[in-house]
């Protein structure tokens, strides 16, 4: 499987929790990552300034009919491979380097990569800033599903995953940019239910509110974190819907706002 923006503070949870699972993943990230492996994650918060990041890794086992890994969940569970996403062919060598181990087609797709920035009134905010935004959440998500569909299809089916954010639904000022691409996400997640549907593939969405992690913490720090979503809550809803469990869903946009 493919995991995008699988090492921030939201992916490395959703990462771990598919290695744990048996799954191979593959985590795409960008060729100036730090020294430590970290990398550009989703920041998939209603506001928040952002979110941890991080990630390396490697594996493989025997799998099942889900792509999901056998007992054998060695240190290449993890496959780390350096790829810019809002490029088409940084997108196409991500997906390339999750179809490489023929034991483990590829059968679910996650799209956790993104950023956040908060700015002036519509008017206010120049055409790059707003930009930014669309190419930051919505190019690397078209382009590493549109690469990863013929796949998917040629495999009988599989699951794509998008993260949009309940901002999306409920806009607040100051963030035009933002809550526009996380929208756009929403109804490009519904086009691929509605299109692939026949050929097998389901696309559901997952809208986080503010997501409980060590950055939005010291970027809010009078706000009320007991009320946050953590990253170890969101994980398993991610997993469901890219799993074989949730296979009569497809088209969904399911909330996990925590307590918020």
Not at 67 to 88: E, F, H, K, M, Q
Not at 132 to 155: D, G, I, K, Q, S
Not at 191 to 205: F, K, L, M, P, Q
Request: contains cysteine; aromatic residues 4%; hydrophobic residues 45%.
């Amino acid at each position: 499987m493919l995991v995008t923006g699988g090492s921030g503070g939201l992916g490395r949870a959703v990462t771990v929790g598919f290695v744990e699972a048996g799954w191979r993943v593959v985590v795409p990230e960008r060729a100036d990552s730090t020294a430590d492996g970290r990398t550009g994650a989703h920041r998939g918060t209603d506001g928040a300034a952002g979110a941890d990041r991080g990630a390396d890794g490697a594996a493989e086992g025997d799998r099942g009919a889900d792509g999901s890994a056998g007992a054998d969940r060695g240190s290449r569970a993890w496959v780390r491979v350096t790829a810019d996403l809002t490029d088409p062919a940084g997108a196409a060598r991500a997906v390339e380097a999750a179809v490489a181990d023929p034991a483990a087609p590829l059968r679910a797709v996650v799209n956790l990569v993104g950023g956040y920035a908060s700015g002036g009134l519509v008017h206010e905010t120049p055409i790059e800033d707003f930009d930014r935004m669309l190419t930051l959440n919505l190019r690397p998500t078209y382009l590493v599903t549109r690469a990863a569909l013929p796949h998917l299809v040629a495999a009988g089916g599989g699951s794509v995953v998008c993260v949009s954010a309940r901002a999306a639904l409920a806009p607040f000022p100051g963030v035009a940019g933002y809550v526009t691409a996380k929208a756009a996400v929403l109804a490009f997640a519904a086009a691929v239910a509605v299109e692939y549907r026949s050929s097998g593939v389901r696309c559901n969405t997952v809208l986080p509110s503010v997501i409980d992690t060590p950055t939005n913490r010291a970027a809010m720090p009078g706000a009320d974190h007991s009320r946050w979503v953590s990253p170890a809550e969101i994980a398993p809803v991610i997993r469901f819907l890219a799993g074989a469990e949730s296979a009569p869903t497809s088209g969904a946009s399911v909330p996990v706002y925590g307590r918020a």
